[in-house]
Structures are given as structure tokens and as C-alpha cells.
């Protein structure tokens, strides 16, 4: 199994930028396909990022295109969450994932079965 800390979390103003990070022990990161999700009071947990074992593939989902970038750097055991340009609207628990399944279901949200504790984001208008 995967242990996973997410960590980067915190409170920033509209237009900033934070970057989270989702450190893996127990096993290699590199095994997993990755993602993170969030979850905002009163909705459910959405997937909006992912990323193949390698790296070499990456998705998004709508709300987050182009201002949210995923990496992972199995060197180091980490994956990460760069997110620009933030929104009030981005304001949720951010969770971190690991996928058993192979990396064709790495856009599957019913795919991830390894989850870190959270990290708390707020954005203030």
C-alpha cells in the first residue's frame, strides 16, 4: 500500500497562486497513476486533475483548464498541484490519490482507492 500527506494548503487572495504538494511512502509513487480531487461543503468529490504513471499524460477537468497543472516527480516520491490564477469558487479540501488500476483508467474518478487526509484551500475575494 501508499501512504499519502498532502500539504501546500492555506488561505490566498483571489488571483493567486499556491502549489500543493502529495507525498507518497510506504511504496513509490511511480507505481500509480495519480490524481487530486476536491471537495467543496455540500458537494461531492471531484476528480480535476490526473496523471499517468509516467507523466506523460494529463487531465483536467473544466473548471480548473489551464490554470491548474499537475506534475509528479517519482524521484522524489511527490506529486504536485500548481494552481494559478485562483477563484473563490476554487475554495474546497484538496485530496490526493493513487490509482491501482492501470493508467488507461487514470481519468476515472472510481478508479483512485489510496487517498491522502486533505489539505484545506481558501480563496478570499
Known amino acids: 500500500q501508499v501512504q499519502l500527506v498532502e500539504s501546500g494548503g492555506g488561505l490566498v487572495q483571489a488571483g493567486g497562486s499556491l502549489r500543493l504538494s502529495c507525498a507518497a511512502s510506504g511504496r513509490t509513487v511511480s507505481g500509480y497513476p495519480m490524481g487530486w480531487f476536491r471537495q467543496a461543503p455540500g458537494n461531492e468529490r471531484d476528480l480535476i486533475a490526473a496523471?499517468?504513471?509516467?507523466?506523460?499524460?494529463?487531465s483536467y477537468a473544466d473548471s480548473v483548464k489551464g490554470r491548474f497543472t499537475i506534475s509528479r516527480d517519482n524521484a522524489k516520491n511527490t506529486v504536485y498541484l500548481q494552481m494559478n490564477s485562483l477563484k473563490p469558487e476554487d475554495t474546497a479540501v484538496y485530496y490526493c490519490a493513487a490509482s491501482s488500476y492501470s493508467s488507461p483508467r487514470y481519468r476515472d474518478p472510481s478508479a483512485y482507492d489510496y487517498w491522502g487526509q486533505g489539505t484545506q484551500v481558501t480563496v478570499s475575494s
Open positions: 496523471i499517468t504513471l509516467s507523466g506523460g499524460s494529463t
